[in-house]
C-alpha cells in the first residue's frame, strides 16, 4: 500500500503510526509528504501558530563538549561569556518579546545546571513579571534540573520546561560525552513530574541518520512530550562542527513533516537554523506541518527580523495562539 495512504488511514482512524509506516514515509514524494502533514496539522492543532522567544539569560563558561555549541569552554568561539543577567536587563528582554507577540518567554542559561539558589532567585523574580506585566507563558531551559529546583520555579508561574535531548541515543556518544542521555531523559522526566508542560527536541544537520531522526522522534512521543522544537545546525565557526554542510531545505522541511505525522497533536516548532538551513524556504514550515517557530535572536547568533516574521504569518492566513498547550490533543 501507498505509505502516504496508509498514514493518512491510520491517523483518520486516531491510532498511531508505528516506526516501520515513518521508516516507510522518508522515500514518499515531498510534495504528498506535505500535503498530509498540512491536513494533519490543520485537523489537530488549526490555524494557530505558537510564537517563542528566548533571552540568553547566561552566557558561555560552560563545562560540557557538546559539539555543536558555541558556549562550551572547550571550543574557541566568539561567542559572549557572562553570568547570570540581572532582574533589570531580564525585565527589558521580557517587555521586547511582548511588545514582538510571542505566546512565550524563555530564559535560556549555559551550563551543565543552573542551580544556585541566587540565580534561581533571579530567574523566579523574571518568570514573575513574565506572566504578571506581559500576559506571555514563562518557560526556562536551565540544563540538568531536579524535581526540587523546577518546583521552585514553578511557585513562581513558571508554565513550561524546556530541555532538548539534542539527538538520538544511538548518536548522542558522537556529539557529548561530558554528559549521558539518561540524564538528559530524566530532566525531562522530572519536569513531567511537577506538573510542568516540556518543550524537548533536537538539532537536526549533525551526521545523524534518517533511522536516528525516527529514533528520537520516537523517544519523545513515548516521553509524551508537549512541544517538539525542531532545530538545523548552523555551523559555528571554532566548534568540531564549523565545516559540517548545512541540512538541504527539503530535507529539513522533511523532518517537520515526519515529526508531525509521527506526533500529530503536539506542538511541532521550527527553532534555531531556520533561516540558515530553509533560506527562502521558510513559510514552507507551515505548510511541512509545523504550528510554531521562534522569532527574534537566538541565543548567540541573530534571527531574521520580527516584522518579517508576523507579516509572513499574516499573508499565510495563520493566527497567533494565546496559550502555547491550550488545545493540544
Ligand atoms: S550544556 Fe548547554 S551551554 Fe553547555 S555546551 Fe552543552 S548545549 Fe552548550
Known amino acids: 500500500m501507498d505509505p502516504i495512504q496508509l498514514v493518512k488511514d491510520k491517523l483518520s482512524q486516531g491510532d498511531k503510526i508505528t516506526y516501520s509506516d515513518a521508516q516507510s514515509l522518508v522515500d514518499a514524494d515531498n510534495m504528498d509528504l506535505f500535503r498530509l502533514a498540512n491536513d494533519v496539522r490543520e485537523r489537530f492543532v488549526?490555524?494557530?501558530?505558537?510564537?517563542?522567544?528566548i533571552t540568553n539569560a547566561k552566557s558561555g563558561h560552560c563545562p560540557e563538549d557538546c559539539k555543536f555549541c558555541g558556549q562550551s569552554s572547550?571550543?574557541?568561539?566568539?561567542?559572549p561569556s557572562y553570568n547570570i543577567q540581572d532582574l533589570e536587563e531580564l525585565k527589558t528582554a521580557v517587555d521586547e518579546a511582548s511588545r514582538n507577540g510571542a505566546t512565550e518567554f524563555s530564559f535560556v542559561a549555559s551550563g551543565k545546571r543552573?542551580?544556585?539558589p541566587g540565580e534561581l532567585n533571579t530567574l523566579g523574580q523574571a518568570?514573575?513579571?513574565?506572566?504578571?506585566?506581559?500576559?506571555?507563558?514563562?518557560?526556562?531551559?536551565?540544563?540538568?534540573?531536579s524535581e526540587e529546583e523546577l518546583r521552585y520555579?514553578?511557585?513562581?508561574?513558571?508554565?513550561?520546561?524546556?530541555?532538548?535531548?539534542?539527538?538520538?541515543?544511538?548518536?548522542?556518544?558522537?556529539?557529548?560525552?561530558?554528559?549521558?542521555?539518561?540524564?538528559?531523559?530524566?530532566?525531562?522526566?522530572?519536569a513531567k513530574n511537577v506538573g510542568l508542560h516540556t518543550c524537548c527536541g533536537g538539532i537536526f544537520g549533525m551526521g545523524e541518520s534518517w533511522e536516528q531522526r525516527l529514533e528520537l522522534a520516537f523517544e519523545l512521543r513515548d516521553l509524551d512530550v508537549d512541544?517538539?522544537?525542531?532545530?538545523?545546525?548552523?555551523?559555528?565557526?571554532?566548534?568540531?562542527?564549523?565545516?559540517?554542510?548545512?541540512?538541504?531545505?527539503?530535507?529539513?522541511?522533511?523532518?517537520?513533516?515526519?515529526?508531525?505525522l509521527i506526533m500529530p497533536g503536539k506542538n511541532i516548532m521550527v527553532m534555531g537554523g531556520r533561516e540558515k538551513v530553509l533560506r527562502d524556504l521558510q513559510s514552507w514550515i507551515f505548510f511541512a506541518g509545523a504550528n510554531g517557530m521562534l522569532i527574534g535572536n537566538y541565543l548567540i547568533t541573530s534571527g531574521r527580523s520580527v516584522e518579517d516574521d508576523l507579516k509572513m504569518i499574516?499573508?499565510?492566513?495563520?493566527?497567533?495562539?494565546?496559550?502555547?498547550?491550550?488545545?493540544?490533543a
Open 46 to 53: 488549526g490555524h494557530e501558530v505558537v510564537l517563542c522567544s
Open 74 to 79: 572547550h571550543f574557541k568561539t566568539s561567542a
Open 114 to 116: 543552573t542551580s544556585s
Open 127 to 145: 518568570i514573575q513579571y513574565t506572566k504578571k506585566q506581559s500576559g506571555m507563558e514563562a518557560c526556562t531551559s536551565l540544563g540538568l534540573m
Open 153 to 190: 520555579l514553578k511557585g513562581f508561574g513558571m508554565d513550561h520546561f524546556h530541555h532538548n535531548l539534542e539527538t538520538a541515543r544511538s548518536h548522542f556518544p558522537n556529539i557529548v560525552t561530558s554528559h549521558s542521555y539518561d540524564e538528559e531523559v530524566q530532566t525531562v522526566k522530572n
Open 227 to 260: 512541544s517538539v522544537p525542531i532545530n538545523y545546525l548552523n555551523p559555528i565557526p571554532g566548534t568540531p562542527f564549523a565545516t559540517q554542510e548545512l541540512l538541504d531545505p527539503f530535507e529539513a522541511l522533511k523532518i517537520v513533516a515526519i515529526y508531525r
Open 314 to 328: 499574516d499573508d499565510l492566513g495563520l493566527t497567533r495562539k494565546a496559550h502555547c498547550v491550550s488545545n493540544v
